[in-house]
């Protein structure tokens, strides 16, 4: 009877290798041999489950968007009241600071976004999704009368996306120009204008 594959072991164990490697070292300075190193094979054994450097970042990039895709998913839908919904989300989006792993993740993945179509893809996606998490948010809203919205559901929902994105870089950094608190207030002064809704918490 023939083993059981340990190709799907394996390459879990690479990206999880590779995903430290990132944070570590950051895209633009890493190497193959790093990832080698740090699963202890030779860059052969690496290429042997990955062709190339790049198939491996994307499988990286693929799980990042997924994990942080699900966890918007699930601070949305934890509430049901649209106001409620949209403070959930606005607080889901933005990085804690220089040490949010998941947000640096993909911020340095999202580098090679403007020379790889395959990345830029997958940043899209990121994009949309959330695009299409707030649009629903404000559509319910509107038609519970509880938001009357100042511009389409989709250009407010790109515009938040948009926000996000921007603030998020400055909280990166390694030194950061704003506090989360201070980004969230701004993201939340933009969605009280567009929702004409103060959007405050409730007990």
Do not use: W
């Amino acid at each position: 009877m023939a083993r059981p594959s340990k190709a799907p072991e394996r390459r879990a164990e690479l990206i999880e290798v590779a995903r430290r490697a990132v944070l570590d070292r950051g895209v633009l300075n890493l190497r193959l041999r790093d990832i080698a190193e740090g699963a202890g094979l030779s860059s052969g054994s690496v290429l042997y489950y990955f062709p190339t450097l790049a198939d491996l970042l994307q499988e990286v990039q693929r799980e990042a968007v997924a994990r942080f895709c699900s966890a918007r998913e699930r601070a949305a839908s934890a509430k049901t009241d649209p106001g409620e919904r949209l403070l959930s989300m606005i607080r889901s989006g933005l990085p804690t600071g220089p040490g949010d792993e998941l947000c640096v993740l993909l911020y340095e993945l999202g580098t090679i976004a403007r020379r790889d179509p395959v990345y830029a893809a997958r940043h899209i996606t990121l994009y949309e999704q959330q695009v299409r998490i707030y649009t629903g948010i404000l559509e319910a809203g509107a038609a519970t009368g509880e938001f009357t919205l100042t511009a389409d559901a989709v250009s407010i929902a790109r515009n938040l996306v948009a926000l996000e994105d921007g603030y998020g870089l400055h909280l990166t950094q390694a030194v950061p120009t704003l506090e989360t608190s201070t980004a969230e207030a701004m993201l939340l002064s933009y969605a009280r204008t567009a929702t004409s809704n103060p959007l405050e918490d409730r007990p």
